[in-house]
């Protein structure tokens, strides 16, 4: 049974996504790597503390003509650019990424789908559907994540909280 799979009255994917099709659903956490995730998330919890709202939002429309963003992470220091622009807008200011998905009508052949790779070298994806109305959030500093080829027009808002 693959991770966090489920449908809604229409048969569409939801939940917090589904692992890739090429990659096996995780047996689940040793009890070493869920002390490891537990303080993770500690340390993250303790940073949203200080946390700051928004003060720009990125509307975002892939045309669906298999457009994509190639596997990246929103706050990566080795990106040239990272400490570019005004305090509070720079890439380094980043904690946790907010994606809100503006997509009424997305079937699964639209494709367009958002790949997250946990963390960990050689470590399962998962990819989560555009569906009007679906939140995501994830710390932009350890999670890489790309959006896959969309066939169909495909909408999402995206907010950056600082900290």
């Known amino acids: 049974q693959p991770i966090g799979t489920g ?27 869920s002390s490891e ?22 509307l975002a429309n892939y045309p669906g003509d298999g457009a994509r963003y190639v596997a990246h992470l929103d706050n990566d220091p080795e990106d040239p650019r990272h400490s570019e622009g005004e305090p509070g807008l720079r890439a380094r200011d980043r904690a946790v990424t907010a994606i809100l998905y503006l997509n009424p009508d997305w079937e699964e052949s639209h494709g367009g789908c958002l790949r997250v790779r946990l963390e960990g070298t050689g470590a399962p994806t998962v990819d989560v559907a555009p569906s009007a109305g679906r939140m995501v959030l994830f710390d932009c500093r350890r999670i890489v994540h790309e959006v896959l080829p969309s066939h169909s027009s495909r909408w999402a808002m995206t907010a950056w909280i600082n900290d």
């Open 37 to 58: 995730s537990s303080g993770r998330a500690e340390e993250t919890m303790r940073r949203l503390a200080t946390a700051t709202a928004p003060d720009k939002l990125m």
């Open 7 to 33: 449908r809604d009255e229409d048969g569409q994917p939801i939940g917090t996504g589904r692992p890739s099709s090429d990659e096996s659903p995780s047996p689940g956490l040793s009890a070493s790597s």
